[in-house]
């Protein structure tokens, strides 16, 4: 069954963040204990995190954060991630989070003390059940270029603290803040030994993704999807061998994909780009990484979802030794799930 063969698959999650997994019950339960006047915190459940644009979804991103005021609080997000990724067999995790975005919200939260409470129950989950989960620190196009520099500066601090911070990324506003605005702390990050990942061809096309790679020098693109819009651009990411990380619901959702159009995951594989799988914001979007992988099965084909889930694996920043790891256990697991059953065996 399709389910079962995604279920027993070792995963990678390259793109997913941290706001973006509160459930809406605890939406509503913080935005009630703050005194939070929301329109999502009343009426139906399901309909919390309902939208119908991208700004309109950048706007629920905000409303979550704004209910995010303590250590704690990202604590008992970090928990709740774990226990997400457990059950989806997510072994190793680099997920996204937004200390510009808290701090526009709370000037008073202390980001070194929130990524530390989050880091300890990241460290018990590693000891405990072998998952890893790293930080990239974003840095938010919409709060302009100065603000960027300094989410920079404190993506090196924390990293340097040993809090588990091994990259910075570029969200937000693309369509109205582009990569080149950003490629000065781009630089700076990268002169301080952190990765570099951007999200682009999401809101703005195929130019941005070019410049996401020819100028901020990203090693990664967050959805990336438009650069099929130009060949050109498609025969870059492949030369260059620049992973994409894909995430269909989102894309459909935001309207980047539009009704009845394939997913461009299908032809950008066959184009020779790598491309991996996630769930972006898996709470707001209503999906989870494992329905994204179900949906891109159904697309591609049980092969080409094995290629993206060992994609995942190369693509992640995590150091040989673990790459090699993960990839045994990848392959122990496609052995076991293919090989074949003694009653089919001839005699």
């Known amino acids: 069954m399709t389910a079962d063969f995604v279920a027993a698959l070792p995963k990678v999650q390259l793109h997913c963040h941290l706001e973006g997994t509160v459930h809406a019950r605890t939406f509503r339960e913080l935005a009630g204990q703050y005194g939070l006047e929301s329109a999502r915190a009343s009426g139906p459940l399901e309909s919390t995190y309902a939208f119908g644009t991208f700004k309109e979804f950048l706007l629920t991103f905000a409303e979550v954060c704004k209910t995010l005021r303590v250590p ?27 200390p510009s975005v808290w701090t526009f919200f709370h000037a008073e939260l202390d980001v070194v003390a929130t990524v530390a409470a ?7 989950a590693r000891r405990e059940h072998g998952l890893d989960v790293a930080f990239i620190c974003d840095l938010t196009r919409n709060f302009g270029v100065e603000r960027a520099f300094a989410t ?25 803040y582009p990569p080149e605005l950003f ?36 090693e ?51 184009a020779g780009v790598i491309c991996t799988i996630d769930a972006d914001d898996p709470e707001l979007f ?33 150091s040989a030794e673990r790459k090699a790891e993960m990839t045994r256990e990848l392959d122990a697991t496609l052995a076991t799930l293919f090989r074949p059953s003694l009653e089919t065996k001839p005699l």
């Open 286 to 318: 209503s999906t989870t990484l494992l329905a994204e992988y179900e949906l891109v099965e159904a697309l591609c084909g049980r092969d080409r979802l094995v290629r993206f889930t060992r994609n995942g694996i190369d693509a992640s920043f995590a």
């Open 220 to 270: 990664r693109i967050g959805h990336g999807v438009r650069a099929a819009e130009d060949p050109v651009v498609v025969a870059l990411l492949a030369e260059r061998k620049i992973p994409l990380e894909c995430c269909p619901t989102s894309n459909r959702l935001t309207g980047v994909v539009p009704a009845g159009a394939p997913h461009p995951i299908d032809a950008l594989d066959r």
């Open 118 to 124: 989050m880091r300890d129950v990241f460290e018990d």
């Open 152 to 176: 920079a500066r404190t993506a090196v601090k924390l990293a340097e603290a040993g809090l588990g911070v091994v990259g910075i990324g570029l969200g937000g506003d693309e369509a109205n």
């Open 72 to 98: 704690a609080d990202y604590a008992r997000v970090a928990r709740d991630y774990v226990a997400t990724a457990r059950a989806q067999n997510v072994r190793h995790a680099e997920v996204f989070i937004s």
């Open 183 to 218: 490629a000065e702390p781009f630089a700076f990050a990268r002169a301080n030994g952190l990765r570099t990942v951007a999200h682009a061809g999401e809101a703005a096309g195929a130019s941005s993704v070019r410049s996401a790679v020819e100028v901020l020098g990203a």
